[in-house]
C-alpha cells in the first residue's frame, strides 16, 4: 500500500476526489435547474454523474494497476552468477517475410507500353534526385 502515498499519487487521489465532488456538483446543479423548468438541463443532470463515475473506473482501475505490477516485480527470479550469460527472453515467433528481389518478367514476354514509360520515368528520377516531377521531359 505504499506505493500508492508516494506524491505522484497523493497528486492523483486529490484529482480524483475533486472531480468527483466538482461533476457531482455539476449535476446537482443542472437538477436544480431541470426543476426550474429547463427541459434541457435533465440530459445533463445524468451526464455530470457519468463522467463522475468514470473518473472513478480510470482511477480504480490505475489504482489495481499499480497494485498488480508491484507483486509481478517481487516475483522476478534472482540474478544470475557473475560471468554466466543473461538469460534473454524471445519477445515472440515471427515469421521471416520473403521479398523477391528480381523483377518478374511477364509471361508472354510482351512489355507493356505504359509500364516501360513509367520505369523511364523512375529511372529518369533515380538519376536526378533533385528533380521534382513535374521536370521530366518526357
Known amino acids: 500500500m505504499k506505493r500508492l502515498w508516494t506524491p505522484a499519487w497523493i497528486v492523483r487521489h486529490v484529482a480524483m ?3 468527483v465532488m466538482g461533476f457531482l456538483g455539476l449535476g446537482w ?3 436544480t435547474r431541470a426543476a426550474e423548468g429547463n427541459s434541457l438541463s ?3 443532470a445524468i451526464e455530470w454523474p457519468v463522467f463522475a ?3 472513478v473506473f ?3 482501475r490505475e489504482v489495481r494497476h499499480t497494485l498488480r505490477g508491484g507483486r509481478r516485480q517481487t516475483a522476478t527470479p534472482p540474478p544470475a552468477a557473475a560471468g554466466s550469460e543473461p538469460a534473454t527472453e524471445p519477445l515472440g515467433v515471427r515469421r521471416p517475410v520473403r521479398v523477391s528481389r528480381v523483377p518478374i518478367a511477364p509471361v508472354d514476354g510482351a512489355q507493356d ?3 516501360a514509360e513509367y520505369n523511364r520515368y523512375l529511372s529518369w528520377l533515380n538519376a536526378n534526385p533533385g528533380a ?4 521530366y521531359p518526357g
Open 42 to 44: 435533465f440530459g445533463y
Open 113 to 115: 507500353g505504359d509500364l
Open 53 to 55: 463515475g468514470f473518473v
Open 29 to 31: 446543479w443542472q437538477v
Open 58 to 60: 480510470v482511477w480504480w
Open 17 to 19: 476526489v475533486v472531480l
Open 132 to 135: 521534382r516531377p513535374g521536370d
